[in-house]
């Protein structure tokens, strides 16, 4: 009579839990399904509703066990097993939930519902192969996307959200791969995995030093976790090699402080932005050494890692003032005034630009083959070496064509040296006016010989050329 009695009333515990699923108030049926189960523990079906509802409150791992104990107690429960391969598939176990979803077919060949988690199932383990051969190869986009329809299949999966999360962190996704590993932790804050990835969004946004705690952290939770205790020991490296390298730049020590520069990028080339201010450092180091194309090389592998980094432009741009590329210097100094519109900034670009503007006249100082701080004397000196060697006279028996060329250049010259031996003329040229504005020089109306005459003229006589090439005598 007890046991009847006990029987009637876990049958009425059930029912009202029947009541509040049927009205989706899933934790009072919970309350009353425990009630039953409380009451007559060898009933597999109180032990299936109660999965059902856990189902609903998302709490899979404690489904799945009311599940297995559901068809451990009535192996011919179908829905037991069907509840159990559900709940394997939403965490990820693939081919349990096919084992699962199997016997349901055995038990009812016809059953719509398992054929199609059969498929599903399947679906699954597809994915993680292509994302496991995909993370091989390095195709962290390709590995998103199957953890994406992964997860649509497997919502409570956390091994794949942490590959997720991971991939995200390598594709420099920092707040995507930090809220999903958050959104782990908030549910299991000893996760070993949901840690390292934290962690690893901080390496990668190069707060090294809070990113090693995190990394020690997964190493407490789980010591043989192999990513952690790699990634740990990459950041302490790392931060290691780049401080070597900014001491010894620091000491004037440029040769030092560009291989160890070297060294530190080989450390991870994953680290996007720690990798883009080493590149730039090595540029500066180079730049100090004369390494300026290869300096140039550098800051455009960290803008190539990280567009956004202004110091990278700013170095690069001044290596092509110094290499005289300034079309490539303006480019630069553009874009970064339209970042940032400082007055620092205004002034390079339109010290570029005017290098530009000057740079797309002839070149008097080449001309004349001397530097741009020439004295007056060593102007002199140079245009009467220039201007005699070019002398139509003295290349009156070579070929038209030599004649034609020689006049040119010594015309050049003349005009070379019409202007920087002028002040007024030379500030205004070395400033980056038009010459041929406000009185100045018209090189239409240009007579080399006259420049000429009065140039070897004002020095108290004449010059002869005699037949041999090259000689003249004054």
């Known amino acids: 009579m007890a046991l009847l009695i006990q029987l009637l009333q876990a049958e009425g515990f059930k029912e009202q839990g029947n009541a509040f699923y049927s009205n989706k108030d899933y934790s009072e049926a919970f309350n009353f399904y425990t009630k039953a189960i409380d009451a007559c523990p060898k009933n597999a079906s109180y032990y299936g509703n109660r999965a059902a509802t856990l189902m609903m409150l998302f709490r899979f791992r404690e489904a799945l066990e009311d599940s297995q104990q559901a068809v451990r107690l009535d192996d011919c429960f179908m829905k037991g097993h069907l509840r159990e391969g559900k709940c394997h598939l939403s965490l990820g176990n693939a081919m349990a939930a096919s084992r699962s979803f199997q016997k349901v077919l055995e038990l009812e060949p016809n059953n719509r519902d398992a054929q199609h988690e059969h498929k599903n199932a399947s679906t699954l383990t597809d994915l993680e192969r292509m994302a496991e051969l995909s993370f091989e190869k390095r195709d962290f986009r390709k590995v ?11 919502s409570a999966c956390h091994r794949f959200k942490i590959l997720k999360a991971e991939c995200l962190a390598l594709l420099g996704r920092y707040p995507e791969a930090q809220s999903v590993a958050s959104d782990i932790l908030r549910m299991d804050a000893t996760n070993a995995d949901a840690l390292y990835v934290r962690g690893l969004c901080l ?145 390079l670009l339109k010290s570029a630009q005017l290098e530009l503007k000057k740079s797309k006249r002839k070149d008097y100082y080449k001309v004349l083959g001397v530097g741009k701080n020439a004295t007056d004397d060593e102007i002199k000196k140079a245009y009467r070496k220039r201007a005699l060697m070019h002398h139509p006279d003295r290349h009156s028996s070579a070929t038209a064509e030599i004649q034609k060329e020689e006049e040119k250049k010594f015309k050049e010259v003349g005009e070379a040296f019409t202007v920087l031996s002028d002040p007024k003329k030379k500030t205004r040229y070395d400033n980056g006016h038009d010459l041929d504005n406000d009185g100045g020089f018209d090189g239409r109306d240009f007579d080399a010989n006259n420049i000429f005459r009065a140039f070897f003229g004002g020095q108290g006589g004449g010059f002869t050329f005699d037949s041999s090439p090259g000689t003249f005598y004054f």
């Open 144 to 154: 998103v996307y199957c953890m994406d329809r992964a997860l649509a299949l497997a």
């Open 203 to 347: 390496y990668y946004e190069d707060c090294i030093d809070k990113a090693v705690q995190f990394f020690i952290q997964a190493l407490r939770m789980a010591p043989d976790h192999e990513k952690a205790r790699l990634a740990c020991r990459n950041a302490k490296a790392l931060k290691a090699k780049k401080e070597e390298g900014n001491q010894a730049f620091k000491s004037y020590n440029y040769d030092a402080a560009y291989q160890l520069y070297t060294e530190a990028l080989a450390i991870d080339p994953n680290n996007i932005k720690t990798n883009a201010k080493l590149y730039c450092n090595r540029a500066t180091a180079g730049a100090k050494l004369k390494k300026l194309n290869q300096a140039i090389e550098d800051c455009t592998s960290a803008i190539k890692l990280d567009d956004t980094y202004i110091k990278a432009y700013l170095r690069r741009a001044q290596c092509y003032m110094d290499t005289e590329q300034y079309e490539e210097a303006v480019r630069d100094y553009e874009k970064v005034y339209q970042t940032e519109k400082t007055s620092e900034h205004k002034h």
